[in-house]
T-cell receptor
Framework: EAGVTQFPSHSVIEKGQTVTLRCDPISGHDNLYWYRRVMGKEIKFLLHFVKESKQDESGMPNNRFLAERTGGTYSTLKVQPAELEDSGVYFC????????????FGAGTRLSVL | KNEVEQSPQNLTAQEGEFITINCSYSVGISALHWLQQHPGGGIVSLFMLSSGKKKHGRLIATINIQEKHSSLHITASHPRDSAVYICAVRYRGSTLGRLYFGRGTQLTVWP
């Protein structure tokens, strides 16, 4: 069984540019989460999809961030326009159920905004 | 507000030593996770606990719900155990899967 895959593994962009991160969850996992780790801080929740619906997007920092999960399969997280403070590692995780189930994490996408 | 505290922040040990990493939280939880991240690698789930104790190989995780505290122990530590260990909780009453994380403990085991 393939794990959670994220693409790209590393992205370097200039301030003001747009970047799209992609996450492919484990097949059959309805729940998909985006998290972010900013340098020196703890990992923080961004949002949670159940299938194609946004169950909880309370962690999204502002309207420059747009997440989608069309068809309930893979998800994309777009940052437009990127700012310096968006730099960090973006993790995706998936689980079969939301409650009391292990979340399986991807390797993360390291975003550097210059 | 994040109320998941881990200690120590950094830990250095000699191969073979017994390691303990601590995690405390401030409000009731439904589950606590211990995660591992190797340098340049993804995050791997080690344990999910809601009570008692779990063991997997040389790793043992315990949780005291009344004390709001969990520990991760590594027996006979090995250089390959060098990684960041992260504690994360799901708060009680939440039907959602959102996790709240500690800042992690950087463990380095020297041969």
């Amino acid at each position: 069984e393939a794990g959670v895959t994220q693409f790209p593994s590393h992205s370097v962009i200039e301030k003001g540019q747009t970047v799209t991160l992609r996450c492919d969850p484990i097949s059959g996992h309805d729940n998909l989460y985006w998290y972010r780790r900013v340098m020196g801080k703890e990992i923080k929740f961004l949002l949670h999809f159940v299938k194609e619906s946004k169950q909880d997007e309370s962690g999204m920092p502002n309207n420059r961030f747009l997440a989608e999960r069309t068809g309930g399969t893979y998800s994309t997280l777009k940052v437009q326009p990127a700012e310096l403070e968006d730099s960090g590692v973006y993790f995706c995780a998936s689980s079969r159920q939301a409650y009391h189930h292990i979340q399986y994490f991807g390797a993360g996408t390291r975003l550097s905004v210059l | 507000k994040n109320e998941v505290e881990q200690s120590p922040q950094n830990l250095t040990a000699q191969e073979g030593e017994f390691i303990t990493i601590n995690c405390s939280y401030s409000v009731g939880i439904s589950a606590l996770h211990w995660l591992q991240q190797h340098p340049g690698g993804g995050i791997v789930s080690l344990f999910m606990l809601s009570s008692g104790k779990k063991k997997h190989g040389r790793l043992i995780a315990t949780i005291n719900i009344q004390e709001k505290h969990s520990s991760l122990h590594i027996t006979a530590s090995h250089p390959r155990d060098s990684a960041v260990y992260i504690c994360a909780v799901r708060y009680r009453g939440s039907t959602l899967g959102r996790l709240y994380f500690g800042r992690g403990t950087q463990l380095t085991v020297w041969p």
